[in-house]
């Protein structure tokens, strides 16, 4: 079983930065793909970006893709999203996500573990 921790959510002006970093429990961070998806009020939680067990192979959901990009650190346990050219469509909670399986999932459903997400206000 593996926990999950988001940080680095804030409120932004629009066309700012965000780091967002989620920590993991355990030792066997480095055997789970990971992913980030977002839920704006009244929205269903949506994929943003998901990276391989090494971090070799990424994809990014059209949305977000060019200002967004999801990286590992397996040494440190953690997964990252930075957000460049923010906007204020951009605002949501952001969660990060294990799949145990290590594929690059795009759907809720494939993933085994959630954090309990991180909030990002981008203000216009």
């Known amino acids: 079983q593996v926990q999950l921790v988001e940080s680095g959510g804030g409120l932004v002006q629009a066309g700012g930065s965000l780091r967002l970093s989620c920590a993991a429990s355990g030792r066997t961070f480095a055997a789970y793909s990971m992913g980030w998806f977002r839920q704006a009020p009244g929205k269903e939680r949506e994929f943003v970006a998901t990276?391989?067990?090494?971090?070799?192979?990424?994809y990014h959901a059209d949305s977000v893709k060019g200002r967004f990009t999801i990286s590992r650190d397996n040494a440190k346990n953690t997964v990252y999203l930075q957000m460049n050219s923010l906007k204020p469509e951009d605002t949501a909670v952001y969660y990060c996500?294990?799949?145990?399986?290590?594929?690059?999932?795009?759907?809720?459903?494939?993933?085994?573990?959630w954090g309990q997400g991180t909030q990002v206000t981008v203000s216009s």
């Open positions: 996500a294990a799949d145990r399986r290590g594929v690059l999932a795009l759907v809720t459903d494939e993933y085994d573990y």
């Open positions: 990276i391989s067990r090494s971090g070799g192979s990424t």
